[in-house]
């Protein structure tokens, strides 16, 4: 059993950076690929960012690559999303998730789900 507890997430401006934070507890991360996804009001959750078990290979939509990184430090069994040159459409609830495999793959395909945190960009 693995619970996920996200923080990290409040209101900036454009352009500023957010780091959220997503601890597990209950077991190890080892041999789960890690990420996010994101769900803006009255839209699909859609796919943000994952890294795989190996702690190595990552993977990034292309609505956020090369201004997020995401990285993992396993002696603290936490995963890190670390958000740069934010944009207003980046406004979204922000689930960290967890899938026993070598992909975080589609929302379906997910075996746990942190709480949520709200991550919101505006002037």
């Known amino acids: 059993q693995v619970q996920l507890v996200e923080s990290g997430g409040g209101l900036v401006q454009p352009g500023d950076s957010l780091t959220l934070s997503c601890a597990g507890s209950?077991?190890?991360?080892?041999?789960?690929?890690m990420g996010w996804f994101r769900q803006a009001p009255g839209k699909e959750r859609e796919f943000v960012a994952h890294?795989?078990?190996?702690?190595?290979?990552?993977y990034y939509s292309d609505s956020v690559k090369g201004r997020f990184t995401i990285s993992k430090d396993n002696a603290k069994d936490t995963v890190y999303l670390q958000m740069n040159s934010l944009k207003p459409e980046d406004t979204a609830v922000y689930y960290c998730?967890?899938?026993?495999?070598?992909?975080?793959?589609?929302?379906?395909?997910?075996?746990?789900w942190g709480q949520g945190t709200q991550v919101t960009v505006s002037s």
């Open positions: 998730a967890a899938r026993l495999g070598y992909t975080l793959g589609t929302p379906g395909g997910v075996d746990y």
């Open positions: 209950g077991r190890t991360f080892g041999g789960f690929t």
């Open positions: 890294i795989v078990w190996d702690g190595v290979n990552t």
